[in-house]
C-alpha cells in the first residue's frame, strides 16, 4: 500500500507540473511583444590617431596647387574627350553607305571597316574625310582600328 501512495502522490504531481507548463506556455504564445523604449546605443565612432608623421599632411597651399595642376591637365584633354564623344556619336550612325565609300562597325572586332572603290581612290577619300568632318571628327586617326578595303568597281548594266 505504501508502493501505492507514493506512485498516486507522483502522479498527481506530474498532472500538476504538465497543466503549469500547459498555461505558461500558452500564455507566452498569445502574448504580443512589448516594443521597447529604451535608447539604442549609438557606435562609439573615435576618431583614431593617424599614422602619418606630424608636418607630412599637404598644406592647404600644396593642395591649391594640385588642384590648380588638375584644372590644367582638363583643360588640356577636354579636346580628347570631345573628339571621343563625336566618334562614339558617328558609331552609333554607322552603318555608312556613300557614293565612293562606305563605313561601318564590326563590333566583334572593335574596329571600323572602310570600304572604297578601287577606281576612285582619292575622291572616295576625300569623300570619306569630308564625312568625318561633318560629324566634327577632324581625321581618320580618331577611328581606332581602322580597317581599309578595297573593291573592284561594279559594270554599269
Known amino acids: 500500500m505504501n508502493k501505492r501512495i507514493i506512485y498516486l502522490g507522483l502522479g498527481i504531481f506530474l498532472v500538476i507540473l504538465i497543466g ?8 507566452t504564445i498569445n502574448k504580443q511583444p512589448v516594443p521597447s523604449t529604451a ?12 599614422n602619418v ?6 598644406s592647404s597651399r600644396e593642395f591649391d596647387e594640385d588642384q590648380k595642376k588638375f ?12 573628339q571621343w564623344n563625336k566618334v562614339a556619336s558617328m558609331r552609333k550612325s554607322l552603318p555608312y553607305y556613300g ?12 574596329s571600323f571597316i572602310l570600304t572604297l572603290n578601287k577606281s576612285n581612290i582619292k575622291e572616295g577619300t576625300k569623300e570619306f574625310n569630308a564625312f568625318l568632318q561633318t560629324n566634327g571628327i577632324q581625321n581618320e586617326t580618331w577611328l581606332e582600328n581602322l580597317i581599309t578595303q578595297y573593291t573592284q568597281p561594279t559594270p554599269a548594266p
Open 99 to 110: 557614293k565612293l565609300f562606305s563605313l561601318f562597325y564590326d563590333y566583334s572586332k572593335a
Open 20 to 27: 503549469i507548463n500547459v498555461l505558461f506556455s500558452s500564455l
Open 71 to 82: 584644372q590644367e591637365i582638363a583643360q588640356q584633354e577636354e579636346p580628347i574627350y570631345q
Open 53 to 58: 608623421p606630424i608636418g607630412t599632411h599637404p
Open 39 to 50: 535608447p539604442t546605443t549609438a557606435p562609439n565612432i573615435m576618431p583614431k590617431p593617424s
